[in-house]
């Protein structure tokens, strides 16, 4: 955003304290959440689409309320977070051991690779017919499904950054005589943290959408529980309070996520 602003003639917006620039910024960012509740305000006070199919935004704000008050949204979403972050350690776990084993080894990628990515094409989702007959439809399943969802970006990216670790940073511990593993501690991992940051983020993001799906089709409790109840019942303000909440926590934990990266790679711009 500040690139395209400065090369629209707006270069002074450079020169702002940096608490201003962040603040025009955010503002920027609100623009289109803030036109699209104004439509649908809008198509509900003419009565554009019936209440019954978009209900009005301080009806749908009402019913959020009344479901925390009630506990039943804090229940539904710890259940899904609690889901997730198993799901997604599994998954990354088993992803950056893939991924460095087969970025390190020529041997390990030729043997791993090809059935990986065949493992890779098939849909996160197309796996539950399979593992319902296999394991059921409890937790299991859901964790299964959320750290297939994690694995394999993570594994993909890992290898990537691995790969594309420069030549000369490997000559340079070669000349300090570094140990295999103090060159893959100090030299192949901080280079490659990056691309692996980058798959963690996708993979989070994935084993989010995988929870989100499984539940849809095989759950009692969790927020894509909530989705597929509001549906049944015709109560369109739950399934959009779900939606909602659905898409604020998978923005909260990208972001963290995009602050811890940056927090691990603070010694780009201490100089070190």
């Known amino acids: 955003m500040a690139t395209y602003l400065e090369r629209s003639g707006h270069d002074g917006i450079k020169d702002w304290p940096r608490y201003l620039r962040g603040l025009l910024f955010s503002l920027l960012a609100l623009l289109l959440p803030v036109l699209l509740i104004s439509v649908w305000w809008l198509a509900c006070a003419r009565g554009w689409l019936p209440e019954q199919i978009l209900p009005a935004p301080a009806y749908v704000l009402q019913t959020g309320r009344d479901m925390i008050a009630s ?29 460095i084993a087969m970025g390190l080894s020529q041997r390990a990628e030729d043997y791993i690779k090809p059935l990986f990515l065949a493992f890779a094409q098939i849909p996160t989702l197309g796996w539950i017919p399979l593992l319902m007959l296999l394991v059921g439809i409890e937790e299991t399943l859901k964790i299964i499904i959320i750290a297939k969802g994690a694995l394999v970006p993570i594994a993909l990216n890992t290898f990537s950054g691995i790969r594309n670790v420069p030549g000369k940073y490997i000559e340079v511990g070669k000349a300090l005589r570094f140990s295999r593993w103090q060159t893959l501690r100090l030299i192949v991992l901080p280079a490659a943290v990056p691309s692996i940051f980058t798959g963690i983020r996708y993979g989070l993001t994935h084993a989010w959408t995988s929870l989100v799906g499984v539940e849809l089709l095989a759950s009692s409790e969790g927020l894509g529980y909530l ?39 603070r010694w780009k711009k201490e100089g070190l």
Do not use: C, N, P
């Open 227 to 265: 989705l597929v109840w509001g549906r049944q019942m015709f109560w369109l303000d739950t399934v959009i309070v779900a939606m909602i909440v659905i898409g604020l926590i998978g923005f909260a934990m990208d972001k963290g996520l995009s602050g811890a990266e940056v927090f691990i790679q």
């Open 71 to 99: 506990g039943e949204l804090l229940y539904h979403a710890a259940v899904s977070l609690r889901r997730v972050i198993f799901g997604f350690a599994i998954g990354a776990v088993f992803g950056l051991a893939l991924g």
